[in-house]
């Protein structure tokens, strides 16, 4: 029976439903876990998300993984047994979702996600974007078959967008945030991100890197960071430090770690905009106040110095998805550690 809103306030994911619907997935590989030498004080272990499922971002094993549970969820409530893995794709499940339309508000990756989970199972997909979202997302959304509207300023305003439409239209909304009455959809987006903990740990426990010391963890409202950090702090043997990092923009979960409670961070934009959040998730921020973590933060500057510091070592990405090794390069780290880092998405 599909959990409610009022059931779900808590955190408690369980990866195998993602690995296994990922695992019928033809186009899912687990991303390359690799030692490199990034002139940091100390060699890096880096997770590099920007190859996942042909997306170019971990956001990938989120959002396609929730349109999936959700087309389950209405299937079995429709009278229908529950799906295995492969009945996802059936022509019975495609004929079912075509008549469902996912819909979110995005800065890019998120909405890129979800439409092609639509696109996958045959549902519509619509997605509300600001005018500050480059044009370049608008149509890779296009051209995976989704309706793009462009709403309003700033992510703020599409946020506002994406909420009235759920209220006012039969489309289902899937935000990667999450807030009270609206939970439940964020927590499978967030449940679809613990594939990469566990990805991890399985090559860990396999001899194949060693063990990290420190995790360094970016974050907008928390949800790839609280994936990860519940799954390191539920299953990982050898126990790192963790750091979420954040733009020193938009901190947003620091401030309401340190103000106990869920806060607003207003401060201007930032060049890291899929991190540039201005209130927290609050399945993730209650998550993350469990899992023993730090808080860092970065400037825009020093992003943009370690995105130019990447690509001289062959990796292309942006200020978002680089903002772990951004923090990275300002720790102060024993010359013992093995810092580990995730790219969480390829340049835009």
């Known amino acids: ?29 687990e991303t390359s876990l690799s030692m490199k030498d ?19 971002s971990f956001k990938a094993v989120g959002g396609t993984y929730a349109v999936a549970q959700m087309i389950h969820d209405a299937w079995v409530e429709a009278g229908n047994d529950p799906l295995s893995p492969e009945e996802f794709t059936s022509d019975a499940v495609k004929d079912f979702a075509s008549n469902m339309t996912f819909m979110c508000a995005s800065a890019g990756n998120h909405g890129l996600s979800v439409a092609a989970g639509a696109n996958i199972f045959c549902a519509k997909a619509r997605i509300h974007l600001s005018e500050e979202v480059p044009e370049g997302f608008a ?63 399985e090559a860990f426990e396999r001899g194949d890197q060693p063990w990290p010391t420190h995790v360094f963890l970016q974050a907008g409202v928390g949800g790839l960071a609280t994936g990860i950090a519940y799954m390191v702090r539920k ?46 998730s609050l399945v993730a921020f209650h998550a993350l106040e469990k899992c023993a973590v730090s808080y860092a933060t970065v400037t825009d500057e020093e992003a943009d110095v370690a995105v130019a510091k990447l690509k001289d070592y062959g990796i292309n990405s942006t200020p978002s998805g680089t903002a772990g090794y951004t923090a990275l390069l300002k720790a ?17």
């Not at 059931?7 to 997935?25: I, K, V």
């Not at 909420?163 to 449940?191: C, F, I």
């Not at 923009?249 to 060049?271: D, F, W």
């Open 139 to 201: 149509e890779r959304l296009r051209g995976i078959g989704a309706e793009v509207v462009r709403s309003g300023p700033t992510y703020e305003t599409s946020l506002d967008a994406a909420n009235k439409d759920g209220k006012e239209t039969d489309a289902l909304l899937l935000a990667d945030g999450s807030w009270p009455g609206y939970t439940y959809r964020p927590s499978l987006v967030m449940e679809g991100y613990t594939v990469i903990a566990e990805e991890m740990r």
């Open 38 to 56: 990034l002139g940091a004080s100390v060699p890096v272990l880096v997770k590099e998300e920007s190859e996942r499922m042909r997306l170019g």
């Open 235 to 280: 299953n990982w043997s050898v126990q790192p430090e963790i750091i979420i990092v954040e733009p020193d923009r938009a901190p947003c979960l620091k401030n309401s770690h340190e103000a106990g409670k869920i806060v607003h961070a207003p401060g201007p934009v930032s060049n890291m905009g899929r991190l540039d959040c201005k209130d927290p």
């Open 332 to 348: 102060d780290l024993p010359s013992d550690a093995k810092p580990l880092v995730i790219i969480s998405e390829g340049a835009v």
């Open 1 to 29: 029976m599909r959990v409610t809103e009022a059931d779900n306030t808590e955190f408690a994911p369980d990866p195998s439903r993602p690995l296994a619907l990922l695992g019928a997935c033809p186009v899912y590989a």
